[in-house]
């Protein structure tokens, strides 16, 4: 079964930056659309950005577009999420998650990762 793990986050200042990797075992990310998630303690899940399969479309919320970039390397099997102009409302935990379906933000992916902590502090 597909395995998806998270890895980048940390504590950075405002206005600072961040990359953070979604590494997925067992199966190549080809053929999968990818999502990033995240979620702060108390509120719902938002879906912030999506890559689809192969020809990587890629789609941001609104609350990151412009600051954030999704990139793939098939190569590595990895899924990348640049974050720059970091402000605290983007402290939440990000996840990952992959589908067989089309690129999309909201939450109805087949597999998800475990996350990964994002905090935005001076």
């Known amino acids: 079964q597909l395995q998806l793990v998270e890895s980048g986050g940390g504590l950075v200042q405002p206005g600072g930056s961040l990359r953070l990797s979604c590494a997925a075992s067992r199966y190549t990310l080809d053929y999968l659309a990818i999502g990033w998630f995240r979620q702060a303690p108390g509120k719902e899940r938002e879906g912030i950005s999506c890559i689809g399969r192969r020809n990587g479309a890629t789609t941001y919320a609104d609350s990151v577009k412009g600051r954030f970039t999704i990139s793939r390397d098939n190569d590595k099997n990895m899924v990348y999420l640049q974050m720059n102009s970091l402000n605290p409302e983007d402290t939440p935990v990000y996840s990952c998650?992959?589908?067989?379906?089309?690129?999309?933000?909201?939450?109805?992916?087949?597999?998800w990762g475990q996350g990964t902590q994002v905090t935005v502090s001076a």
């Open positions: 998650a992959a589908t067989f379906g089309t690129c999309m933000l909201n939450d109805t992916y087949n597999y």
